[in-house]
């Protein structure tokens, strides 16, 4: 048995999520279905993070055991060619060893949230960008972010199907800023509660806005009560960027 580290790229938009369920399409599903299709095999996909529905990925780190004796770079090109055409694609696949997952050997996730800040509908990422058509103030919304970083209680940020057994989090970077007509979101923390980085993007869209104050996103942390977020992201804005392992 081979344990083989996947780097995945994908377009969340016709997916019910990464995680496989029974009610839809699934990243994970496509994956293993693929796998199937090479090996003859029936691996399991674990994820260093989950996504929701219409949530993408830039470089997701996975893993699968395989039997079969096959080198990583046939693997992932075989694994590509049964994956089309979703919109999904190994962009990386190396041997680790047997202790290595790609879930529990995991110490820091980043996720970058883009906003199409302009006042002409979006084309070319229509579903890849959420568009917001009123001028936003990114230097506010970083200041407001501020308060935001450090271990905190998160439960104003927290999904009310969230399954995390502690709302409280520690965030280690949560920056804002304006490229041209985009404004991008970068979080960074060891780990997440559901929702929490579109329930944070959401309430800073407020700051930027005009329509609430910089310290009132200080204040609905504080509140640790769902009640007190201002607005969830949609999805499809959303990007896991990367994540990241120890060094061996």
Known sequence: ?????????????????????????????????????????????????????????LAMRCHLDIEKQIEPFRLSEALNAHLRPDPVAIIGCEVVPDDWHARFSCVGRAYVYRIANRRAPLTLEKNRAWHVARPLDAEAMHRAAQALVGLHDFTTFRSAHCQAASPVKSLDRLDVRREGDHVLIEAEARSFLHHQVRSMVGTLSLVGLGQWRIEQVAEALAAADRSALGLNAPPEGLYFLRASYPKS
């Open 1 to 57: 048995m081979t344990r083989f580290a996947l780097t995945v790229e994908f377009d969340g938009t016709p997916f019910m999520g990464l995680q496989r369920q029974v009610h839809g399409p699934t990243v994970q599903q496509a994956i293993e279905d693929a796998a199937h299709k090479v090996t003859g095999e029936n691996p399991v996909l674990f994820s260093a993070g989950r996504t929701d529905s219409g949530v993408h990925a």
